[in-house]
């Protein structure tokens, strides 16, 4: 309905127009004029040449409205398409962080060592691929630390409180998921800017900075707790 409405009223403009910016001559003007025969008629033939001109002229402006108004229609349509794609592209991608960091966690508590490692290096890659979930993480593996090597030492296999540092075997030796999280998290890609170290309050551990080249072994002493990092 809408189709023909808008043909009608394009023929409207195409016919009706011309003829009122140009009206027909009418005999009277002729006789006014004293024109006669051959006269007559190229006067009339004039007046049809410029109304056929304007028809021409509002044929091709209606024809260019209608590209423009086409391209236009079509463009907003693509932006619309290409939003609804990314929108549905990054609503899928959400799904699969979700699913790949409820799958790490479910890993994290798992009894068996090279799972919970599994789990510690699955949340540093989702960390890397995932912005949003970076400071979950980063919370995540100081609370698995923290969880899993308490201070005071109270879990079974813990060295003990006053045990001396030189006789304590390596962390990657005695926990290695606590190392692997550790170094994880020193790797600071969990960290926004100006985030704070981890706190690592109620936690011990000993093991090697990644990021140090030194071969000697150096003491840190935050409240309660003691980490040594060479």
């Known amino acids: 309905m809408a189709t023909f409405v808008g043909l009608v009223l394009v023929g409207a403009i195409i016919f009706i127009v011309p003829r009122l910016i140009y009206p027909p001559v009418r005999s009277q003007q002729l006789d006014q004029l004293s024109l006669k025969g051959k006269e007559r008629l190229d006067a009339r033939n004039d007046r049809f040449q410029l109304q056929n001109g304007l028809r021409a002229t509002l044929v091709q402006g209606l024809a260019g409205l209608a590209v423009l108004v086409g391209g236009t229609v079509a463009y907003r349509q693509l932006r619309h398409n290409i939003q609804a794609s990314s929108d549905q592209h990054a609503l899928d991608e959400r799904g699969q962080v979700t699913e790949r960091f409820g799958r790490a966690i479910d890993q994290l508590g798992h009894d068996q060592l090279d799972v919970r490692l599994g789990g510690i290096f699955a949340l540093e890659r989702i960390a890397r691929d995932s912005l ?3 400071l979950t993480i980063y919370e995540v593996l100081t609370a698995f630390v923290r969880g899993h090597a308490p201070w005071p030492p109270r879990l079974p296999g813990q060295c003990r409180e006053r045990a001396p540092l030189g006789q304590l075997p390596e962390l990657q030796v005695r926990a290695p998921d606590i190392q692997a999280a550790m170094t ?3 790797r600071r890609i969990l960290l926004p800017p100006r985030r704070p170290h981890p706190s690592w ?4 551990a000993r093991g090697r900075n990644p990021s140090s080249r030194r071969g000697t072994t150096e003491t840190h002493w935050i ?4 980490i040594s990092v060479g």
């Open 184 to 186: 994880v998290l020193g």
């Open 201 to 204: 309050n109620g936690a011990a």
């Open 223 to 226: 409240s309660t707790v003691s």
């Open 132 to 134: 949003a979930d970076r």
